[in-house]
């Protein structure tokens, strides 16, 4: 069975309250995900019996499942008093590797958090975020991850009755910057110290012998989330809702509600139907991700001054210099999807102006690095066939391949190396859409298709020219929702 530990429960009285899950009337499992399974320790294999457990019909041997007290900065407008208002903690699980990995269930039922929601997910969103957060691990980028999808057996309304489910998902941590603005709101310094020493302990160990402690803990989530957005925007991910109670203090990706990847560049790209200003939009993620992280050290700074009057100054610089360290973890990101091992100092630059010649060119985000990797042996040609003014990238190509000119590896090679980060495969916008749809009515065959194909995102498989392309003309704009 799982190896459980509650070091969450022990450690930090006050921020849960223990509760149960709702009876689902009849579990049955949808997806199960056999690797992750193993990863984590869990040798049951009985279907019926992993559907009871991660459907909350029956309790997980050793868990203490518990809902989390958070707050959060929601679209800019502070909300002092968020939760697991459908999500339980079961503990965490220590894995043979020795990691300790929460356990969370969404869609469990309702808790003291669930406001006026019915603290229940659709199977829809519960596949969504199976989907894309596999993914994204896929893709190699820090993300919460996936373990089961069950049918609960029951229906749930959103703007039409869908199925329920729950979702299991594993994670480093739930802590997120809403934790610490909860426990600065309502409960001051000293629960503050303790969240903060909670947390490195838990992610970030080596930095607990430094002399500030709070300090170095708003260093480390700067350098994490700089790197989390960095990948992100690397790869097309719109996130879609970066509230500070879906920024972890690990640096995964959470809650993939109305996430969805590019499909033609567009910086100003939103998909989330509620998203009305575009805070979200696709380039804005490095500006909110740096105004999350300035809430994170209001709700450190007391704790910061304390340990010295003269840190917040400290703290002032760190937030004010993180663009430098977010561009240092983009660049060093987008290099090898280009094909340069050498960092020299006008990458960043040529970086920047891919980008901005890519803007309203039409171009499949995912597609163009490919067609770059194959301009190394074909030309140009194979880059100007995915731009609507086929000279539009001309330059910048021209400027690249002199750039490339001080690499020493062959064409041949470098394309190689290339190819082996630029993913052929992502979970497209309209094949998402579709197996989501063919799921809720009973059919699972398409969703297990784009998940085997998404999970190997690299390497190209004979017969899977269609999970290439994006959406055919004239599908209408993607949109997404929150009601997860
Ligand atoms: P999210 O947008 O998924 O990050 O959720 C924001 C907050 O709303 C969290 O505190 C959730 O627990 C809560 N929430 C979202 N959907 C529901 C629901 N159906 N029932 C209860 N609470 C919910
Ligand atoms: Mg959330």
Redesign the pocket.
């Known amino acids: 069975m799982l190896n459980f530990d509650h070091s969450l429960a022990r450690e930090l009285d006050g921020f849960y309250v223990p509760w149960q899950a709702a009876q689902p009337p009849a579990p049955r499992m949808a997806v199960w995900n056999a690797a992750l399974a193993e990863a984590i320790g869990l040798t049951e294999t009985d279907q019926d019996q992993l559907a009871r457990w991660f459907s909350g019909a029956e309790e997980v041997p050793g868990s203490q499942p518990l809902a989390l007290v958070?707050a959060?900065h929601?679209f800019g407008h502070f909300n002092p008093q968020?939760?697991?208002?459908?999500?339980l903690l079961l503990g965490e699980v220590i894995a043979p590797d020795g990691a300790r990995l929460d356990l969370q269930f969404k869609?469990s039922g309702?808790?003291p958090?669930?406001?006026?929601?019915?603290?229940?997910?659709g199977l829809g969103p519960a596949l969504r975020e199976y989907l894309i957060s596999e993914a994204m691990a896929a893709l190699g980028v820090p993300t919460t991850r996936s373990l089961a999808v069950v049918l609960t057996g029951e229906g749930?309304w959103r703007e039409t009755p869908q199925p329920g489910a729950v979702l299991a998902r594993v994670a480093s941590s739930h802590l997120r910057v809403g934790t610490f603005e909860w426990a600065a709101a309502h409960k001051g310094r000293e629960a503050v110290e303790q969240l903060a020493d909670y947390a490195l302990r838990r992610h970030f160990p080596e930095r607990l012998g430094e002399r500030n402690r709070p300090l170095a803990l708003l260093d480390a989530v700067c350098e994490a989330q700089a790197a989390l957005v960095a990948r992100w925007m690397n790869l097309g991910f719109v996130h879609g809702?970066m509230?500070t109670?879906?920024v972890t203090i690990s640096g995964e990706t959470i809650?993939f509600?109305p996430c969805a990847f590019l499909d033609a560049y567009s910086a100003g790209q939103v998909f989330s139907s509620i998203d009305r200003q575009g805070r979200y939009a696709f380039a804005n993620q490095p500006v909110v991700c740096r105004w999350n992280l300035y809430r994170l050290a209001s709700a450190l700074i007391e704790a910061i001054v304390e340990v010295d009057e003269g840190d917040n100054e400290a703290a002032r610089v760190m937030l004010e210099q993180w663009g430098a360290r977010y561009d240092r973890h983009w660049i060093a990101a987008l290099r090898p999807k280009l094909g340069l091992t050498l960092a020299e100092e006008g990458d960043l630059a040529l970086g920047q102006a891919l980008f901005a010649a890519l803007e309203g060119q039409g171009a499949d985000f995912t597609r163009l690095f490919r067609a770059l990797g194959a301009s190394l042996e074909e030309g140009y040609g194979a880059v100007a066939a995915e731009c609507t003014d086929p000279a539009a990238l001309q330059e910048w190509w021209n400027q690249w391949q002199a750039r490339l000119a001080r690499e020493a590896a062959p064409a041949e090679q470098r394309r190689a190396a290339m190819d082996a980060v630029n993913p052929l495969y992502i979970p497209r916008n309209h094949l998402t859409d579709a197996a989501l749809k063919a799921a809720e009515g009973g059919d699972f065959a398409p969703f297990s298709e784009l998940l085997d194909v998404v999970t190997q995102p690299f390497v190209r498989r004979e017969g899977l020219e269609r999970f290439e392309h994006g959406a055919p003309a004239g599908t209408p704009p993607h949109v997404t929702y929150?009601?997860?």
């Open positions: 958070y959060g929601q968020l939760g697991d208002g459908r999500a869609g309702p808790t958090y669930s406001r006026q929601g019915d603290g229940k997910c749930v809702v509230n109670d879906n809650d509600g929150c009601g997860t």
